[in-house]
T-cell receptor, first 114, second 111 residues
């Protein structure tokens, strides 16, 4: 079975541009979460979606937005990129909501903002 | 605000020894605590989950404890192997699924 897939794997952008990152969850998983991981730190929660509705939002500016589609795939959009947005962006899927649910992470998209 | 502390210094141990990693949390009461392994450039991989009413959980060479009084979880790898070298992340969780990760502890197991 395919795991969580993310695209693209790497991306280079310049300040002020916008970026769209994509995630396909494991088949049957209805929850998708997005995390930002900067070098040397643990993943920081950005968004969680379940059944196409936003169920949680981390402490990120409004430049960050996301959505989940009817097939449960998801997009993360970041506008007006800043140098500090350079990070590994991780997508995780799970069957449902709840702190007991195992999160399955994708390989991430490495974003570099110049 | 919620705070999770893991030893930021790398832990270096000899093959065959037991590695013990610490996770301390403050300002909240998680119902669950998850441990993940992360290899360089890859996404975290789930290892173990322990509930607040469980003192200890084992899986093969792994053992996790959860002390809600001390607000601490210990993660043990017995008979460690070089292949265990990775960064280990703890993530206390409340009833909902917003995982809050610690910074992780890098484990280096030398032959």
């Amino acid at each position: 079975d395919a795991g969580v897939t993310q695209s693209p794997t790497h991306l280079i952008k310049t300040r002020g541009q916008h970026v769209t990152l994509r995630c396909s969850p494991i088949s049957g998983h209805k929850s998708v979460s997005w995390y930002q991981q900067v070098l040397g730190q643990g993943p920081q929660f950005i968004f969680q979606y379940y059944e196409k509705e936003e169920r949680g939002r981390g402490n990120f500016p409004d430049r960050f937005s996301a959505r989940q589609f009817p097939n449960y795939s998801s997009e993360l959009n970041v506008n007006a990129l800043l140098l500090g947005d350079s990070a590994l962006y991780l997508c995780a899927s799970s069957l449902a909501l709840g702190g007991e649910e195992t999160q399955y992470f994708g390989p991430g998209t490495r974003l570099l903002v110049l | 605000s919620q705070k999770i502390e893991q030893n930021s210094e790398a832990l270096n141990i000899q093959e065959g020894k037991t590695a013990t990693l610490t996770c301390n949390y403050t300002n909240y009461s998680p119902a669950y605590l998850q441990w993940y392994r992360q290899d360089p450039g890859r996404g975290p991989v789930f290892l173990l989950l322990i509930r607040e009413n469980e003192k200890e959980k084992r899986k093969e060479r792994l053992k996790v404890t959860f002390d809600t009084t001390l607000k601490q979880s210990l993660f043990h790898i017995t008979a460690s192997q070089p292949a265990d070298s990775a960064t280990y992340l703890c993530a206390p969780a409340t009833g909902f699924q917003k995982l809050v990760f610690g910074t992780g502890t890098r484990l280096l197991v030398s032959p």
